[in-house]
């Protein structure tokens, strides 16, 4: 009988906490979006005056054409600052990033 591998310890220790070893299947572009929006809501109602769920309202009414800016970084700032215009509110300090 071989030893086992380092792999093969790491597998079993992960297989016990129910992490796959295999990555999870792929999500789709709108549950993708849905993520994004949702975190986009977060982190704008931390910056801002607005509730996560105004802010939730507010990216509901966003034009199909502008879903793209969920995106990037910078597409979050564009849509972060469209939220706060449309509510009277001054351009948020708000600058994701990927890590």
Known sequence: MTEPTLGDILGSILAGYGIAAEP????????????????LSHALARVSDMSVNQVWDCL???PDNMLAL??????WTALASL???DNGLPEPLLMPSIH
């Open 24 to 39: 999870p299947p792929p999500v789709s572009d709108i549950e993708a979006q849905a993520v994004a929006a949702s975190s």
């Open 70 to 75: 969920l995106h990037s970084p910078q597409g």
């Open 83 to 85: 939220v706060a215009a």
């Open 60 to 62: 509901t009414s966003v």
